[in-house]
């Protein structure tokens, strides 16, 4: 099988997201990169396996499968997060957390561990014992043996917090727990239990660190785990590894004691610690330490005696309280489209620390672009995390992500400006502002308030707006009226409705306007540059609920209660059709760029698309659940757009009547569809 797979370089970006920054390297499992999130903007390791590994597991749903034992591992501040595994190519990938500092076996090779001399250096060892032992009983208690426990599946970050990683990769077996009683009896006289976990021998493993019960095959315990990461602690001691296969580690050890190093740097493995090894290596695994804990709890006693004081840490909690975690696996379920979730983690995140700041942004973020929340809202909950972290310079960054993400550049540099000052060095900074100074030319902002004094409160939808070009806007409330954009100042009102106009529409050439008014119900158009009303079009016998003016200003649409369109005529106002087959109201209309067809869709949950010419009906496109709020005709007329109440969209094809695609918007229960659709390609 070829092993030209995944072949990535420095700069490449894939599925415009991850933009690989370095290549880590490869192995026997596959390749290893490290990528840039650009969403998230966070550093990922990504674990490509070679299509033999994939394989050897009986395929990709397998060992989509098996790595999935890593991500529901959970969380823990000793072992690497696995966010989730993805296929690009066919080919399934693991995207994991990136620990900066390298593995242990890097820094056994490049002699970081031994820095500052043997007292210095055994602190270190010992500190990195019990933290690599941490990682180990968590994973236990999650009913998880590693099974090829080394060195390399040992990361550092570069403040030296151990985190054990590749938990289940073309290693996963199935576990059985066994509740196996314990010598002491209970107050009741009933032998106490203990859990214990066993696997089917037979998964990877890495000989030079292999139990016995590994090597034949036979049924694992966690003890296997402990075996490998004793034989791990010796090469810490050692500097290198000078045996072979794991089953030969406690004559290795023996061995290690009797020649001893000629590194100065190196430590003397204190008594004690050769005793616990011992212990570690007998050839019966129930003689072994009972797990994990144990071992830790003995090594920390081992520190204080050796170094003269108490172990500095206590045993951290399980990872389900550490905000930072549980905010990286949040967003890492956006990518996968399970946004419920991602919010579900995030809440979680913010119980633990009410103003995390990473997860309060992510959180309100995602809320304000599913449009749960509005701008106000958006900025308040990042300013709110900001005022508790007014020195720190990373809470008024994400305000000032907050505003380029709702267009607001100038708020942006504004802020970016004054972190600048003092973080002139910082990547981040100087990255956002250039971002935000390139989108000034385009970017929004508030310039004017404008106070509507006749607007009725208890209307659910007083005031409608359109923009006529950058100097002017268009009110539609109890009257029409036009208002200077950077002043607000009034221009002109338009007199003479029939009753309130509520909703208009505003032609490409700016030169007309189409109101709507509902007491009665009827259309009227207006010229926009001499502020009269050229016509009225009311013959519908019910409420008038949409309307549409052509690009050339020849033909208006309406759509009613009445369940009918009607095609108007602009210059003369008589009605040139009415369309008739909906069984309920027409909720949303639209002519086609070439005025020969219209589409009309309704809360009978069905879209029609009709001849101008003829009035005929030539197709009904039947597979919405909720009433159309909204729909577009592509410039060529070969496919249709549509978003109904339920949050839904459908992409349709003309000729066939045939939906190509479904898009859930979540929890938007209306979708307005405002895309003109040019160069389709289905595949």
């Not at 099988?1 to 700069?11: E, H, K, L, P, R």
């Not at 004081?309 to 905000?323: L, N, R, S, V």
């Not at 221009?491 to 106009?501: C, D, K, N, V």
């Not at 209660?561 to 210059?571: E, G, P, Q, R, S």
Request: charged share 20%.
């Amino acid at each position: 099988m070829s092993q030209n797979f995944a072949q990535w370089n420095v700069g490449d970006v894939i599925l415009d997201l991850y933009k690989v920054t370095k290549f880590l390297g490869e192995g026997g499992f596959g390749k290893v990169y490290k990528v840039r999130h650009t969403g998230w903007n966070i550093d990922l390791a990504v674990k490509i396996p070679k299509p033999e590994v994939v394989a050897k597991v009986g395929g990709v749903k397998n060992f989509e499968r098996e790595a999935e034992t890593w991500v529901n591992l959970g969380l823990h501040p000793h072992t690497v997060s696995c966010y989730y595994v993805r296929r690009i190519d066919s080919t399934p990938m693991v995207f994991a957390e990136y620990v900066a500092g390298g593995s242990l076996h890097d820094w056994i090779k490049n002699r970081k561990l031994y820095a500052g001399g043997a007292i210095a250096s055994l602190q270190r060892i010992l500190d990195i014992a019990i933290q690599f032992a941490w990682g180990l009983h968590y994973a236990h208690e999650q009913e998880l043996i590693h099974q090829d426990v080394k060195p390399h599946n040992v990361m550092m970050t570069l403040e030296g917090v151990v985190k054990v990683t590749d938990f289940g990769l073309a290693n996963a077996q199935k576990v059985v727990v066994l509740n196996l009683p314990v010598g002491k009896k209970g107050q009741d006289g009933v032998p106490g239990k203990q859990k214990t976990l066993i696997v089917n021998g037979g998964g990877a493993m890495t000989p030079a660190y292999c139990s016995p019960e590994q090597a034949n095959r036979k049924s694992l315990t966690r003890r296997t785990d402990l075996w490998s990461w004793a034989l791990s602690v010796l090469e810490i001691f050692q500097g290198e590894l000078t045996w072979s296969h794991g089953t030969v580690a406690a004559e290795a050890l023996e061995y290690y004691l009797e020649t001893g190093t000629d590194d100065p740097q190196l430590p003397h493995m204190p008594v004690q610690l050769v005793h616990l090894l011992r212990r570690c290596f007998r050839e019966n695994a129930d003689e072994r330490p009972h797990d994990m804990l144990e071992v830790a709890n003995e090594l920390q006693e081992i520190y204080q005696q050796t170094i003269g004081e108490d172990y500095p840490q206590q045993q951290p909690k399980a990872g389900k309280d550490y905000a930072d975690s549980l905010n990286n696996r949040a967003a890492s379920l956006l990518d996968l489209g399970k946004t419920s979730e991602a919010l579900q983690l995030w809440e979680k995140a913010l119980q633990a620390q009410p103003r995390h700041p990473e997860s309060t942004y992510n959180r309100s973020l995602v809320l304000w672009r599913l449009g749960m929340i509005n701008d106000d809202t958006l900025v308040r909950d990042i300013k709110s995390i900001e005022q508790y972290n007014h020195e720190d310079w990373y809470t008024k960054y994400l305000l000032s992500r907050v505003h380029i993400e709702r267009g607001d550049c100038c708020a942006a540099i504004e802020i970016l400006e004054r972190i600048q000052e003092e973080e002139a060095q910082n990547q981040e900074v100087k990255a956002a502002l250039e971002n935000a100074e390139k989108h000034l030319p385009h970017s929004s902002r508030l310039l004017s308030t404008f106070e509507l004094l006749e607007v009725d409160p208890n209307d659910a939808n007083p005031v409608d707006i359109t923009y006529t070009d950058n100097q002017y806007t268009l009110f539609t409330s109890p009257s029409l009226e036009l208002r200077k954009v950077d002043t607000g100042r009034s221009l002109a009102t338009f007199g003479g409705h029939m009753g309130s106009a509520n909703t208009q529409f505003v032609s490409k050439d700016q030169q007309f306007a189409l109101t709507l008014s509902h007491s009665p119900s009827a259309l009227e158009l207006w010229d926009l540059s001499t502020r009269s009303c050229l016509r009225s079009f009311w013959r519908h016998l019910s409420r008038i609920n949409s309307m549409y003016l052509s690009a050339d200003n020849k033909f208006a649409l309406s759509g009613s209660n009445d369940a009918t369109v009607k095609l108007w005529d602009i210059a003369t106002g008589s009605c040139l059709h009415t369309l008739e087959g909906h069984k309920s109201p027409v909720v949303a209309v639209c002519l086609s760029a070439d005025n020969q067809f219209v589409l009309s869709g309704s809360d009978d949950e069905t879209l029609k698309l009709w001849k101008v010419q003829t009035g005929r009906c030539l197709h009904t496109f039947e597979g919405h659940t909720s009433c159309i709020s909204s729909m577009y005709l592509s410039e060529d007329n070969q496919f249709i757009l549509s978003g109904s109440y339920d949050g839904i969209i459908k992409l349709w094809e003309v000729t066939t009547g045939r939906c190509l695609r479904t898009f859930d918007c979540g929890k938007c229960k209306q979708v307005a569809v405002y895309v003109l659709l040019r160069d389709i390609h289905i595949e």
